[in-house]
């Protein structure tokens, strides 16, 4: 089935310790997004990818960063992360235009200590 | 400024009854996706609507494009069904999502 597929599922990484999520898709979309949602809120867009054109949302930290190889890849990068930053993070992808879903990934659940 | 707003913010009610979520939502949004999200877990797309209804199994959604409100119904709800229940926004300008806070759902068995 295609799908949109996230690893870890569970990440715990300690106080100012860089950690990499990555996010992976066999639905060949062209656009890929981040979401960070943290407990009883809507998530939050972090960054989008239209192919290869990286969008950054004016509000998201410069602790954050993206990296896009190829269609199928997209990863997160926390350079640094505070206790602020545990959240559920969230991968989605579309295809370009504005009538398409977005399908996302399960998460991954980042605990920082 | 683009917003979307839902109502209730938490509904229980019991098994078999009729479940109705609506979505106010501003100039500027052209289309409306609805989604579900169980405790803990990500995110299922389940409609996304910019005009009429759709309907798959028991959920029905419906967008009144004149009046900017769209409503989610579910039909002989199960306990399975509990989750929380959003309803998001495309812009018009750049496609991204503009969300709501979310209908948290409880079906008593």
């Known amino acids: 089935d295609a799908m949109v597929i996230q690893n870890p599922r569970y990440q715990v990484t300690q106080f100012g310790k860089p950690v990499t999520l990555s996010c992976s898709q066999t639905?060949?979309?062209?656009?890929m997004y981040w979401y960070q949602q943290k407990s009883s809120q809507a998530p939050k867009l972090l960054f989008h990818y239209y192919d290869k054109d990286f969008n950054n949302e004016a509000d998201t930290p410069d602790n954050f960063q993206s990296r896009r190889p190829n269609t199928s890849f997209c990863f997160l990068d926390i350079r640094s992360p505070g206790l602020g930053d545990a959240a559920m993070y969230l991968c989605?992808?579309?295809?370009?235009?504005?009538?398409?879903?977005?399908?996302f990934g399960p998460g991954t659940r980042l605990t920082v200590l | 400024k683009n917003e979307v707003e839902q109502s209730p913010q938490n509904l229980t009610a019991q098994e078999g009854e009729f479940i109705t979520i609506n979505c106010s939502y501003s100039v500027g949004i052209s289309a409306l996706h609805w989604l579900q999200q169980h405790p803990g877990g990500g995110i299922v797309s389940l409609f996304m609507?910019?005009?009429?209804?759709k309907k798959h199994g028991r959920l029905i959604a419906t967008i009144n494009i004149q009046e900017k409100h769209s409503s989610l119904h579910i039909t002989a709800s199960h306990p399975r069904d509990s989750a929380v229940y959003i309803c998001?926004?495309?812009?018009?300008?750049?496609?991204?999502?503009?969300w709501g806070a979310g209908t948290k759902l409880i079906i008593k068995p």
């Open positions: 989605a992808t579309s295809r370009t235009g504005r009538y398409n879903e977005q399908f």
């Open positions: 639905l060949n979309h062209n656009v």
């Open positions: 998001a926004g495309t812009m018009d300008s750049n496609y991204q999502l503009i």
């Open positions: 609507l910019s005009s009429g209804k």
